[in-house]
């Protein structure tokens, strides 16, 4: 019964096509319309549908990094990141992290944070991030954020927009800094905004008086060396300490309440060359100020990079770029210039390489097929149906909420060849009725008419293949489902507008390959009429 319900189906179906493609075909200007409407409604929608490299996915795991001010000590960063992990120890979605600090000049640290399997949770890894970030922001005293491993991919801080300001002059970089912070703020989607030009590190600076060093009989070297080895701590050679059955370096220094304060500097003494003590207040001056923790190069020039996460929905990473360059065209000063790195990089270098691996698939099968059919006209038809598909594509990716990102794009690369085969069967069965003597009419409606349940079983056996992608069933299925979603889309559109577009332009190129030959025709036969003259005995002129 059910094989006999898809039968009577079918051929309603194949009575009711007949009848709309001899319309189309009395009307082919109007599904010219029509097709060159779809090829402008897919650019169009391809402009509207964003883009970035890697969606977001809930794999079930994360990494937090915190910061805490510049100069902070290590006792302090660690206090600050068991506030953290308190925090984490309150999510029931957390089944382990584990926690590293100190490094980066002992103010930071990182926590990589494993979930709970997907299916004994509540909430989605992008919910939890979420809810910490707002939990993190109300910690004083640290700055803390959530990183996504696939947000962090290509990344070298870890964020998914990064870009690095170089130029010569290190007070023009401090004001850009700032002002491209306060303008990244304001803009929807862009959170956890941070730069690695941190400024306010505290510092000593011990200045000698060489003058009075040596009217003391100091030389500067024993004066380093002094400071050095009580303030900072020099290891004795040959003196280890042996606990437990392991054994330690010896590290002498001053006393932890001496060496604190920046005057007891020059409460040291040491020996001068005659044996005398002399106070180190005699011959230095110490004076505290601030600078920066680390001055970073690019291309050697002064630079710093800032870095900042988007929140999934609010904003796309090829949004933020945009939203970067536009900035950047405003605000930034000769001899500055804004070099993307990281995750933005390689987006840009990405897409470019796809879109040149499309491009090169379109000539390659372009190449295949006139080959094939040993006719450079019949390929063109065949692949109309690759622009036909754009707007199934991009219209659910619009429609779904998806992006343009590298999946995307691959399953885009898929559809090219997809959807020829639509075309090839179309075409390769016209031709072979026009060669057993057929009329080009007759041809186009017979080989349609028999080809249209073939080309919607494949079709629609293919979009159901790509339902499971384009769901996202499985772990950290999200990134993969807008391959499955392109591939889907654009078969539909690409089966649905195939059956009428190929056939009227096939019926076109037919006219226009005719109009071309017959001039040359006309001439072939003008030349056989002037040899037959000529054999006897006069010309055409004569």
Known sequence: ????????????????????????????????????????????????????????????????????????????????????????????????????????????????????????????????????????????????????????????????????????ELKELERLDVEFQERLRKIPGVVDVDSDLELGRPMVYVNIDRKKAADQGVDVTGIGNAIRALMGGVEVADAKFKYEGKRYDTIVRLAEPYRDLPKNIGELHLRNRDGRIVGLKDVVSVKEATGFNVINRRNRQRSFVISANLVEGEITLGEAVKGVNDMAGEILPEQYTLAFSGKAETFKESMRSLIFIIILSMIITYMVLASLFDSFIHPLTVMLALPLSFIGGFGLLLVTRNTINAFSMIGLILLLGLVSKNSILLVDHMNRLRREGME?????????EIRMRPILMTGFSTIFAMLPIAIGLGHGAEARAGMGIVAAGGMFSSMCLTLLVVPVFYSLLDELSRIVRRPKRKKLKKRKKTRKTAAAGYTTEE
Not at 14 to 40: M, N, P, Q, T
Not at 440 to 448: D, E, F, L, R, T
């Open 1 to 168: 019964k059910v094989f006999h319900l898809f039968e009577t189906m079918f051929l309603r179906l194949e009575r009711v096509y007949v009848k709309v493609l001899g319309w189309s075909l009395r009307w082919r200007f109007i599904v010219c319309i029509i097709a060159a409407a779809s090829l402008a409604g897919g650019i169009l929608l391809a402009g509207l549908v964003g883009r970035e490299l890697v969606p977001s996915s809930d794999t079930g795991q994360f990494m937090v990094s915190i910061k805490t001010p510049v100069g902070s000590s290590l006792n302090y960063t660690d206090k600050m990141m068991k506030k953290i992990g308190y925090i984490l120890d309150e999510v029931p979605e957390v089944q382990s992290f584990f926690s590293a600090g100190g490094f980066g000049g002992g103010n930071k640290g990182i926590f990589f944070v494993h979930l709970r399997p997907k299916n004994k949770r509540r909430r989605s890894q992008l919910e939890i991030i979420s809810g910490l970030r707002r939990q993190f922001s109300r910690v004083p005293g640290v700055f803390a954020f959530p990183i996504e491993f696939e947000r962090s991919f290509g990344a070298r801080r870890g964020s998914p927009l990064e870009f690095t300001i170089s130029g010569p």
């Open 440 to 448: 080009v009419g007759q041809a186009i409606v017979k080989a349609s």
